[in-house]
């Protein structure tokens, strides 16, 4: 019974109440590639339920940050999203962000447990 609680308390950080304060996050190494795949968030704004910020060259991005709390084996055992006023967004990139760590398109298991930052721009 004691090495199961034992066992149990490796595999999960030792809080798992989200931080107050996102700045001081280790970021999570995302590919470059991560924030390509903007058909989603795209058509969220052309439905008028998000809003892009426009850049000065005339496009325009999402930025959906995500807060990670990975477990000791490197799995994501929390993704909260921030508020960006745009929910659909939000919980997409949420779920983008935990299918990568999940397939191994990002590489955790060198990671410490605990919580990260990630951040996935779209732009067009």
Do not use: H
Request: one cysteine or more; a neutral charge; charged letters at 15%.
């Amino acid at each position: 019974m004691i090495a199961l609680l034992l066992f149990a308390a490796l595999q999960v950080p030792a809080t798992e109440t989200p931080p107050a304060d996102w700045t001081a996050l280790p970021l999570l190494p995302l590919p470059e590639n991560a924030g390509e795949r903007i058909t989603y968030a795209r058509a969220e704004v052309a439905a008028g339920r998000c809003k892009a910020d426009p850049l000065p060259d005339g496009r325009s991005q999402v930025v959906a940050p995500v807060a990670l709390l990975l477990a000791a084996d490197g799995t994501v055992r929390r993704a909260l999203p921030q508020a960006i006023d745009c929910p659909t967004v939000e919980q997409y990139t949420a779920g983008y962000v935990s299918t990568m760590v999940r397939t191994g398109t990002v590489r955790t298991a060198s990671l410490r447990p605990g919580w990260y930052k990630a951040t996935i721009t779209y732009q067009w």
